[in-house]
């Protein structure tokens, strides 16, 4: 998508490149709400009635009939909504945007035996209420659920009850975010509606209480040109997050890619890309999410979600996903056989997709996933992961795209490209799968891939500039010659390990023959089966 340059006041263009947003001069606010009249809007479903007085929108409730909506009388797709709106207490309210109504008759998607009559408003609405949901995203009359997970303390404290709290939502392509009184509430992704209309909803109360009244004033749109998650450039000179997500295999190829993209853009003085790992030993896609349930692990909610969520209201977060399916099929060895296992290959999609969607649900622009690298220990079933990934690609997943294929060139240098235990990428490995997630990354948006960065991984393999041990200190070397600050937990070990039970570092290979519940880390008795084996070799 082109980016067209604007002018408009300092402040205004700083908010909008803060939400990651950018527009022409000269786009064109619409008044939904002129301040005296109903025109351009139509009432729908229950027996509610809505009047204006004083440029300001009343709807009382009704103890008869469903939920009332006030609908604009033409659809809306991509757009930015304004609104101030105040609601008596005991009431909760709702903005319904990208909605519809039934025209006949029909079953509600959640619960069929429900009929849902005709004229009855569904789909996306922006709740307003005192009891800590305000601005998260309900769908209505249809699948009767939330699409956004709760919000933090801080999110829940924005909507001031009985006073007047300013809305804002903006819905683009696929993406719907909500902010209350400026702070961010909710930020999906979800392509069921493209476009719809928008109301304002007087919810039914039960008979002995109210009369209650929701109050709107100040209705003005804008529309967007219509951006989908294949639409957010990492390129483009904005503010941009790439977290790399995975386990001990992107241990440190993330910083090589910031290396790369610093110098593509202009320096690291310049840096408006922020390559950021947020990562943990032994956890393939199998050890960060009950891959039955969906459910997140506490590493997931601990570490991932809050580094997604920081960046709300702030600059767009695009996740970098190095995994694996080990462990999807019962052995952490078990895996897909070959191209005729349409079994495997099919419930992989399903696992990586549930994954990609996971990471989308909690705020993430888009997710792009690339599969394990060369393990001599685990062929031809670590390659053949690559199948499940396009068998995803073929379904063509929401917001979810295929990264670069690291099988092949880290298994054309094994074992040059791996450290010594033959299994975990060294510095030659890192410069190899950072050049493949560059090289995939411009190609993805159109772009020239320069030169140099083939230079530079055939430099490596070549003349081996940091030998074939990952230290330490060699490494710490790299991220001050390169200015790159790590935001991990902790420092990047010697070999990709973690913390035993006495606080030492284990190494990767240790962890990944006696970590039995790949909790990233030995237990007593997992260190005692390891000290065992140990005297047994001595």
């Not at 009855?120 to 922006?126: K, P, R, W």
């Not at 056989?337 to 495997?344: A, G, I, L, P």
């Not at 060139?409 to 410069?431: C, M, W």
Request: proline share 5%.
């Amino acid at each position: 998508m082109k980016r067209r340059a604007f002018v408009t006041s300092g402040k205004l263009s700083a908010l909008l490149l803060v939400c990651g947003v950018t527009f022409a001069a000269g786009d064109r606010w619409e008044t939904l709400f002129d301040g005296k009249t109903l025109n351009g809007w139509i009432v729908r479903s229950g027996q509610a009635t809505y009047k204006v007085e004083n440029g300001v929108i009343g709807g009382t409730t009704a103890t008869e009939g469903a939920n009332t909506f006030l609908c604009t009388k033409r659809d809306y797709a991509s757009f930015e909504l304004l609104l101030e709106v105040k609601c008596d207490p005991g009431l909760n309210s709702g903005v319904q945007v990208r909605s519809h109504a039934y025209e006949k008759d029909t079953p509600q998607a959640s619960n069929p035996k429900r009929i849902r009559p005709a004229d009855t408003v569904y789909g996306y609405q922006v709740e307003i209420s005192a009891n800590g949901n305000a601005g998260r995203i309900w769908d209505e009359a249809r699948h009767t659920r939330w699409h956004d997970p709760e919000p933090s303390d801080e999110a829940k404290k924005a909507y001031r009850p009985g006073q007047w709290n300013k809305y804002r939502i903006v819905a683009q392509g696929d993406r719907i975010r909500t902010w209350i009184n400026g702070t961010a509430i909710a930020d999906i992704r979800d392509s069921e509606d493209a476009s719809g209309l928008i109301g304002l909803q007087v919810h039914r109360i039960k008979p002995g209480t109210g009369p209650y009244q929701v109050r709107w004033r100040n209705i003005r749109l804008r529309e967007l040109p219509t951006e989908s998650a294949a639409d957010v450039k990492i390129f483009s000179g904005e503010p941009r997050l790439l977290i790399v997500h995975g386990y001990s295999t992107s241990a440190h190829w993330w910083a090589f890619l910031q290396h790369k993209i610093d110098r593509y853009m202009g320096g690291p003085d310049k840096r408006v890309v922020e390559v950021r790992l947020v990562n943990k030993g032994g956890t393939p896609i199998a050890r960060w999410m009950n891959i039955d349930t969906g459910e997140p692990s506490p590493a997931w909610k601990q570490m991932f979600t809050p580094a997604i969520r920081a960046e709300r209201g702030k600059r767009p977060v695009i996740v970098l996903a190095q995994q694996s399916l080990q462990g999807v099929y019962g052995e952490r060895t078990a895996g897909i056989r070959n191209k005729e296992d349409r079994e495997r290959i099919e419930r992989g999609a399903d696992v990586i997709e549930q994954y990609g969607k996971r990471i989308v649900d909690d705020g993430a622009a888009a997710a792009i996933i690339a599969m394990h690298i060369y393990k001599i220990t685990m062929e031809p079933e670590i390659g053949n992961e690559r199948l499940a990934l396009a068998e995803l690609m073929r379904r063509k997943p929401s917001g979810i795209f295929a990264g670069p294929d690291v099988w092949t060139p880290t298994s054309k240098q094994h074992p040059l490209a791996f450290d010594t235990d033959r299994v975990h990428p060294n510095y030659i490995g890192a410069e190899i799968m950072a050049h493949y997630w560059f090289k995939s990354l411009l190609e993805r948006e159109g772009l020239e891939v320069p030169d140099w960065s083939r230079h530079e991984m055939e430099n490596a393999i070549k003349n081996k500039p940091l030998g074939l041990t990952r230290t330490r200190e060699a490494f710490q070397g790299l991220l001050e010659k390169w200015h790159i600050t790590s935001h991990r937990p902790s420092s990047a070990s010697n070999r990709g390990g973690a913390p035993s039970g006495g606080g030492r570092r284990v190494p990767q290979r240790v962890l990944d023959c006696y970590d039995k519940d790949r909790d990233g880390r030995l237990s007593e008795a997992e260190r005692a089966e390891f000290m065992r084996a140990r005297r047994q070799r001595r």
